[in-house]
């Protein structure tokens, strides 16, 4: 019978894997980031820096555009700043995910932007975006954000290169979040209580809805401001009222009738309805509810305690704290308190009147 062999034991010491980790490693890696040419200059300076993965590489977006982006494709944004006097920088980087970017896109603007970290020394905090979830830090970078459809060709498919071609805008929301989505170019998108522009390239129409908003419409007037910049003027903006414009104008005959499938029925203004709520613990334990819903007057607090403060979607919420459940429970407390202090205080002189006493008893 032929003996038993008994296994090599390898040290995982004695591999690449050792060296995981190590200063070795990582002088390694950001020798290798530092061969990227997109990252030159990336981070020198206060401000933001924004690439477009295609097909596979790290190219440069034009600052004009910085606030515009495509559906399709997938970006690395770093932003450079200085805190308080300090002259030390810092940074936030992220990656921004279109909803129709592939996989390749994606994936490697992940990859990049851990690149662009080590470069930086790890300095950066990063984050990851997507399409209509953006952060409030990400969105403080620009005046406005733009999505459009389309997008860069990728490596994975083969697509034609991006032509011009006319756009439907559609502008929704009020105050600091007005969002800007591109939507079919279809009839029954339009609705009167927003604002749409129509960009037939030399021609623009903003198409002012009868119970859209101030910011909206400020946001629109501007975002055609832009598109007549880039154009180096050889663009003409028209501004519509929806209660002076008819069907048979140039703006309804560049739409058709049929609509698409597409994720509109989401985009909806966000609710800015005040909200009253009542927290309480007059029943023995903390209650959280709602106590009515529009403005609020002073009167209808019972409290001397008020707290507002806002949320994401600018609800502005006031919570009124019960003071007849928070009175008794505090006088309740208190009178314990008092009881324990007095026992305590009896018990110390009795003890001290019992020592003495022996102490009297054993002299004599």
Known sequence: MAGLIKA???????????????????????ASAATEPAWDGAGKDVGIQIWRIEQF????????????FYSGDSYIILKT??????????YDL?????KESTQ????????????????????????????????ERFLSYFKSITTMKGGAKTGFRHVEPEKYKPRLLHFCGQRRHVDVKEVPLCKSRINSGDVFILDLGRKIYQWNGSGSNKDERFKAAGYCQELESERCGRAETEVLEESRVDQQHAF?????DDDEDDDASEFTAKDTTTETYRLSDASGKMNFKLESKGSISQSQLDSKLKIDFSLEKDDKRTVSSSSSGSSSSSSSSSIIVVVV?????????????????????VII
């Open 8 to 30: 090599k034991k390898y040290n995982w010491k004695d591999s690449n894997l050792a060296l995981f980790g190590s200063d070795l490693e990582r002088k390694v890696k950001k």
């Open 57 to 68: 590489k790290v190219c440069h977006w034009p600052k004009e555009d910085y606030g515009k």
């Open 81 to 90: 700043y200085k805190e308080g006097t300090s002259e030390e920088l810092k």
């Open 94 to 98: 992220h990656f921004w995910i279109g």
């Open 104 to 135: 390749d896109e994606y994936g490697t603007a992940a990859y990049k932007t851990v690149e662009l970290d080590t470069l930086l020394d790890d300095l950066p905090v990063q984050h990851r975006e997507v399409e209509g979830h953006e952060s």
């Open 252 to 256: 309804f005959k560049a739409l058709v």
């Open 341 to 361: 202090v007095v026992v305590v205080v009896v018990v110390i002189v009795v003890v001290v009147i019992v020592v003495v006493l022996v102490v009297v008893v």
